[in-house]
């Protein structure tokens, strides 16, 4: 799906992959489509539903709107196991240790000391048997360093039924998705009813690939896009094996902004209502096209492009760090509500070890005003064995801007426990905000029963669930000064060297005389040995 807004152009690409497999122990020995490597591990550690995405840049809410699927800067990773899992702990270990070799990521870093139990942000997105829902067997870690770079791709891409050979992922050119301003792929995996009693049910993996692209900054002199722009090469046909493939092109903003034509014409126009607002598609229907070149869809701009004022969407927040110095300071999360009611919301932060913040400095005001927390939950962190986390269920007034304040202490580690760039800091992992939104402005997220983008069209609700995830932080702990120990290194090993040598030679080189003249001789070199540089006065008889 391809939409654009302002500078921006803004790509989705979802691979969903249902597979009807039979339920037990070796259900993920005999794969089709599905791909056994993933199948494997899944199956090996006892999961339920499996989440993972590897993220470079940050998603701007208040510009871009909310994406059709959300992630955090880095590495993120959560998991709901099956209620007869024992030893999660254990499980947990293995499980990001197998993932890691399957990814090419450094999802091993990721064990008790940085995972969490959430007993209210994170629900399963699929079938469960068990209406009692156990926070014991969901863990959730952030690695908000990690760097996503083709080592992640290609392993992602192999996964895909036809890999990178055909279909869109041959559009996957590392050399254009990693020169945009946002990109995250993602694996999701969650258990959905094969029919609509839901008497069995079925596995379904979707992998997404989110990219954010400026025009502008990649040398363009206009605002025109095209395919081969965008990925450096066109279309050459769908994947054989899938059932459906389209592209969606949002045109909603034909109707207020400055219109662009698509080359070719689509095979169809939809029209979404869905929250209340109108949004509308044009549709290319690949597998009901002949290819007799590679396909290259183009947008052109008839007028120059008028940039309209952006409109902010319902929520967004950000977050930052107060204080100065060394010893103590906060973390200050703003969160901005612009509808015309009042919004409940579930804040969850995931604090470093190291990094121990204080329950009774939590502060929360909207207009000038302190709102007490409806429910609060709070597990205090265990140097090297457990992190800090706090949830927060908050009602927060209608266009409002909420501050949430929480101080912190800085920390001294074992020299061993600092990285080899000390000085470049400690990351702190996002913020989640869960929201129920009563309207759909800007809303892109897929419907819970819906696999693909198609199911989200006309799909009102009550309500939209919505996750939102904040900035990464960067913090300096005390450092020490790790150049001292190589300056004393290299001073005591000159001074031993200087003084050592000399008196080395000089106290264990053998004299021997042979013969009268040779003594002279053997007398003056002593001389010049201990007074370089001096010429000898007399010779010794």
């Given amino acids: 799906m ?37 199948g494997e591990v899944a199956g090996r550690h006892n999961v339920q539903e499996l989440h993972v995405t590897l993220t470079e840049g940050l998603w701007r809410y208040e510009y871009w709107g909310f994406p059709v699927s959300d992630a955090a800067p880095g590495a993120e990773l959560w998991t709901w196991f099956r209620n007869d ?15 890691s070799g399957l990814l090419c990521a450094s999802l091993n870093f990721i064990g008790t000391p940085n995972s969490l139990s959430p007993e209210y942000s994170f629900r399963p997105t699929g079938v469960v048997k068990n209406s009692n829902l156990n926070s014991s067997f969901v863990r959730y870690a952030t690695l908000p360093r990690e760097i996503v770079c083709t080592e992640n791709l290609t392993p992602w891409k ?7 050979k055909k279909g869109f992922a041959s559009l996957l050119n590392a050399g254009h998705i990693h020169n945009t301003n946002y990109h995250s792929l993602g694996l999701h995996i969650r258990p959905v009813c094969k029919d609509a009693k839901c008497t069995e049910v079925s596995i379904e993996l979707r992998q997404t690939v989110s990219l954010v692209y400026d025009m502008m900054i990649l040398g363009f002199q206009n605002q025109d896009w ?8 066109g279309l050459s046909g769908p994947c054989p094996l899938a059932t459906s493939s389209f592209i969606y092109v949002d045109v909603t903003s034909n109707e207020t902004g400055t219109p662009y034509q698509l080359q070719p014409e689509p095979t ?3 029209t979404s209502i869905r929250g209340g607002y109108e949004s509308k598609f044009k549709v290319y229907n690949i597998q009901k096209m002949s290819f007799t070149h590679m396909l290259n869809i183009v947008a052109t701009y008839s007028t120059p492009k008028v940039y309209a004022v952006n409109v902010p969407p319902v929520l967004y927040a950000s977050r930052y760090i107060v204080g100065y110095g060394q010893e103590r300071g906060g973390i200050v999360t703003k969160i ?55 949830e927060v269920l908050l009602r ?13 202490d800085y920390v001294f580690l074992k020299w061993q426990e600092y990285p080899p760039d000390a000085n470049h800091g400690f990351y702190i992992g996002s913020a989640i905000i869960s929201a129920y939104l009563p309207v759909g402005k800007n809303y892109m997220g897929l419907p819970q029963a819906g696999p693909t983008i198609y199911s989200s069209f006309n799909a009102s609700r009550e309500g939209f669930l919505l996750q939102l995830r904040t900035e990464s932080l960067i913090i300096t702990l005390p450092t020490p000064d790790f150049s001292m120990p190589y300056n004393v290194i290299c001073l005591a090993c000159t001074v031993v060297a200087l003084a050592f040598g000399p008196l080395h030679n000089i106290t264990t080189k053998r004299l021997c005389m042979k013969d009268g003249n040779s003594c002279n001789g053997l007398l003056i070199r002593l001389k010049s040995m201990l007074f370089k540089g001096r010429k000898p006065q007399a010779q010794a008889h």
């Fill in 158 to 164: 192999k996964l895909l039924p036809c890999d990178s």
């Fill in 396 to 408: 927060i007034p209608a266009r409002s801007v909420t501050e949430i304040y929480i101080e912190f």
């Fill in 85 to 99: 899992t024992k030893d999660v702990d254990n499980i947990w270990k293995k499980l990001t240790g197998a993932l």
């Fill in 226 to 233: 095209s395919l081969r722009k965008l990925f450096g090469l």
């Fill in 336 to 390: 901005h509500n612009n509808h015309w009611k009042h919004l409940d919301i579930i804040y969850l932060e995931n604090i470093p070890w190291f990094l121990p913040i204080y329950l009774h400095t939590l502060r929360v005001v909207a207009g000038g005003k302190e709102i007490t927390p409806i429910l609060k939950k709070y597990v205090p962190g265990k140097e090297r064995s457990r992190p800090y986390s706090l």
């Fill in 268 to 270: 169809e126009v939809i």
């Fill in 2 to 38: 391809v939409y654009s807004k302002n500078d921006w152009n803004k790509l989705l690409k979802m691979f969903t992959t249902v597979w009807d497999a039979p339920s037990g122990p070796q259900m993920f020995q005999h794969c089709h489509l599905f791909p056994r490597a993933l």
